[in-house]
């Protein structure tokens, strides 16, 4: 038994070899034969879509010049892809898997739903929007403050610049499709099925490349590096994907260009940290400043200011200066926080000493006494 594809579905290959339904044996051998020679790889060097045509004469000529299979595979499309669906749960001689089926579905309703889905700006139909591209951009702390204008440099297919994306050698324009007459998908009346498939002569272009350009072999495609520039807006933070609209890969077949992003990477502060809008930034300042109260000069962004500390602060406590942090958009600056902490000195010189242990000694109440009653409890 000659094993049907799922191919066999999706195939016109009377149409694939020019030839009707009800052709003899010679017309068909006729016809692959002069295909096979049109298209023949050694003839075409480098020509993909001679490639792909000779590929499909090739199959095309493999179940149709086999009278077994040739019978099957009209059997097969005469009942449309009901048959296999409903055949295929119980042992059938279509050949077919079971977990071809959803293959086949999808195959199916992915396609019906799926139609004009391409159609870029220019209505062409099989349009197909470019790529989306990614890039990181490494910034400095400032410049992700304050904002830059900078370029990144991207590699991605692009429009071919010997064609302009048309995929036609110069001088040459391609031609309305013949097997679609430019509608780019051609109707298929499968049982009670139909429905319309994208054209394979010319993938769904609608237009035919006769003679390919030599820089991009008809795809209009190629990649290149280039550099686009980039404005990096205020306030940017870490992590920031930014969208260049229109700036990503080429579209194809008047598709519209995709979208670059941008992710900016930003170097950390040596001082200041950053929290979304605020920026932080940790002070140490002394026991006596810390118990007696302080004013401390803290550096900002822009001028310095000055803290006050109160007196009994805690080693930890964090102080807002308002509107000190990052200024993004429209959006109000953020605030500097700023955290004290409580150094202790490693070395004490005599005098310092002297004075810790007066200190000390004047302390009456340990700051642990609260835990006295777990203390002795325990012992
Ligand atoms: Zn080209
Ligand atoms: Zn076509």
């Not at 042992?91 to 739903?113: E, H, K, N, Q, Y």
């Not at 495609?221 to 980039?230: A, D, Q």
């Not at 940290?273 to 004013?295: H, K, N, Q, S, Y």
């Amino acid at each position: 038994m000659a094993q049907a594809t799922r191919e066999w579905f999706e195939k016109d290959y009377y149409k694939v070899l020019g030839v009707s339904p009800d052709a003899s044996e010679r017309d068909i051998q006729r016809a692959y034969r002069k295909l096979a020679k049109q298209n023949h790889p050694d003839a075409n060097p480098g020509d993909r879509q001679a490639e792909e045509r000779f590929k499909e004469a090739n199959t095309a000529h493999d179940v149709l010049s086999d009278p077994a299979k040739r019978q099957e595979y009209d059997e097969i499309r005469r009942a449309g892809p009901a048959a296999g669906m409903f055949g295929a749960g119980a042992p059938s001689g279509s050949g077919f898997r079971v977990d071809d089926i959803g293959d086949l579905l999808g195959g199916l309703f992915g396609r019906a739903t799926g139609r004009g889905r391409g159609r870029g700006a220019t209505g062409a139909v099989g349009a197909v929007r470019g790529d989306d591209l990614e890039t990181e951009l490494h910034l400095d702390f400032d410049a992700a403050i304050h904002g830059a204008t900078t370029s990144v440099s991207v590699v991605s297919d692009v429009a071919c610049h010997t064609c302009h994306g048309s995929g036609a050698a110069p001088g040459t324009s391609p031609v309305i499709c013949p097997v679609c007459a430019g509608r780019g998908v051609v109707d298929d009346n499968q049982g009670f099925f139909s429905f319309s498939t994208p054209c394979r002569a010319c993938r769904g272009t609608g237009m035919r490349v006769e003679t390919p350009c030599p820089t991009c072999q008809g795809s209009g495609i190629e990649r290149r590096p280039r550099t686009v520039k980039v404005r990096i807006p205020a306030g940017v933070d870490d992590g920031k994907r930014i969208r260049i609209k229109g700036r990503g890969g080429a579209g194809q077949n008047g598709g519209s260009a995709g979208d670059l992003y941008v992710v900016c990477r930003v170097s950390p502060h040596e001082l200041f940290g950053r929290r979304g809008r605020d920026l932080t930034l940790t002070v140490p300042i002394t026991f006596p400043e810390a118990a007696l109260g302080a004013t401390v000069t803290v550096p900002t962004l822009s001028r310095a200011v000055t803290l006050k500390v109160p007196a009994g602060t805690r080693s930890g406590r964090t102080f807002r200066v308002r509107g000190k942090g990052v200024a993004a958009g429209s959006a109000p600056a953020g605030d500097l926080l700023v955290t004290v902490e409580v150094t202790v000195p490693e070395h004490l010189s005599d005098e310092e000493r002297e004075a810790v242990e007066k200190l000390a000694a004047a302390s009456l109440e340990s700051p642990r006494s609260y835990l006295g009653k777990w203390i002795d409890a325990e012992s």
